[in-house]
């Protein structure tokens, strides 16, 4: 039983790993695009 929580545990701090990972690219990946949308006007 205890074997199991840990596996489940795991595989949980796993995904959520996979999904913060995600949110970062997606985050950085819009700031690389926006960047120069908001610079070109003030430029």
Not at 3 to 31: F, H, N, P
Request: hydrophobic share 50%; charged share 15%; aromatic share 10%.
């Amino acid at each position: 039983m205890e074997e199991w929580i840990i596996k489940s545990g795991v595989e949980m701090a796993g995904k959520r790993t996979t999904i913060q990972a995600s949110i970062c690219y997606l985050l950085d990946w819009a700031i690389a695009w926006s960047t120069p949308l908001i610079s070109l006007p003030l430029a």
